[in-house]
């Protein structure tokens, strides 16, 4: 009775308190006749839904939409909602599962909601029979504001929204738009996060992307050369091109190719042709000086070479000096052996 107070005293409004409700001790007969009045308004209003729940039976994520409205019989008395798992009591009323448990909750002295009738736990069953009719009123489809036609039994609401198209999805490709299945397709062949092909180096990237992997990243982009201006070049070989040893790069600055002997002249490689043709004497006076010095440094290894020679060879006669002491050595070493024996026999 107190479940029903509060649930009135909500929907008559703020002024209309609990405590207030309590005070006054209002029937349970006058709740059950203010809800039916209610009842008759959303009907007349148009806002009749079934409350979300699952049941047994089937099981939905959001308000079935009735049409046409359900009979007055179908409706529970405590929530106001299509009966979700009926159940009867002794004296002929229905409940939803939920609600009618919710009141018994295990208590031994429970009056019907409805006629205060003393309810047993024993006399409440489920009502099947109504189950089955509460499952074959008709309904709309919860997306008919987006277009959706479809109206069939609320047994049957759950299969057609798993295949509806008129059902708001997210874009699979991750772009956040929520849109109508219908659409999904169109939509999706426009995505800028859709996948394609870098035409260079053929790796999946999202469409949005595309032109910062080409532009930054993409090493197969034909790219232009930042220093000489020439295109149809791959990113991965700029670095070739420019080269100062191996690149062909007309503009890049590059260093004589006679550095090595002392030249320290640097210019574009395009000029170089001429600084050699400039610099032939130069070029011939640092190749003098740098045969002169090697032939220098030839003389002091060959002086190098000779001085290891001798001594090579003081070392080899130290070495033989060595061994013929060494043999000496063990033959007098035999000798004695020999002679100590003889002695000792004697």
């Known amino acids: 009775m107190t479940s029903n107070i509060r ?16 005070a006054v001790q209002i029937q349970v007969r006058e709740v059950y006749e203010y809800q039916l009045v209610l009842y008759e308004y959303k009907k007349i209003s148009g806002k009749f839904v079934m409350m979300a729940d699952s049941t047994e039976v089937i099981s939905i994520d959001m308000d079935a939409v009735f049409d046409p409205e359900p009979d007055r019989k179908y409706i529970c008395p405590i929530c106001l909602g299509v009966l979700k798992d009926p159940m009867q009591t002794s004296c ?74 008129f059902i708001y999805v997210r874009c699979q490709y991750g772009c ?12 999706e062949a426009i995505c800028e996060r859709r996948p394609v092909e870098c035409q260079d180096c053929h790796i999946q990237i999202a469409f949005a992307d595309l032109t910062k992997h080409q532009v930054l990243i993409c090493q197969n982009f034909l790219v232009q050369c930042a220093v000489c201006g020439q295109g149809g070049l791959k990113r991965k070989e700029i670095s070739n091109h420019t080269d100062v040893n191996k690149g062909d790069c007309p ?27 400039e610099a032939t004497d130069h070029h011939v006076s640092l190749l003098v000086q740098h045969i002169s010095e090697q032939n220098k440094h030839i003389d002091r290894l060959e002086k190098d070479i000779s001085q290891l020679h001798i001594r090579q060879e003081d070392s ?18 035999i000798t ?8 000792c026999d004697i």
């Open 7 to 22: 649930g009135t005293a909500k929907l008559l409004g703020s002024d209309f308190s609990v405590t207030n409700c309590v």
């Open 92 to 165: 002929g009323h229905r409940f939803c599962h939920g609600c009618i448990s919710g009141i018994v909750n295990g208590r031994v002295n429970v009056k019907c909601p409805v006629d205060n009738m003393r309810i047993k736990t024993g006399e409440l069953f489920e009502d099947n029979a109504y189950r089955r009719e509460v499952m074959s009123l008709c309904v709309k489809c919860n997306n008919y504001r987006q277009g959706c036609l479809w109206t069939g039994e609320w047994r049957n609401l759950q299969d057609h929204l798993n295949i509806c198209d």
């Open 176 to 187: 956040g738009l929520s849109l109508l299945k219908q659409t999904q397709n169109d939509h």
């Open 251 to 277: 503009e890049t600055v590059v260093p004589c190719q006679y550095t090595a002997l002392g030249c320290q002249h640097q210019q574009k490689r395009r000029n170089l042709p001429e600084h050699y043709k």
């Open 316 to 333: 080899e006669k130290i070495i033989e000096e060595q061994h013929e002491y060494l043999r000496f050595s063990t033959e007098t070493l």
């Open 336 to 343: 004695i052996i020999g002679i100590k024996a003889r002695n």
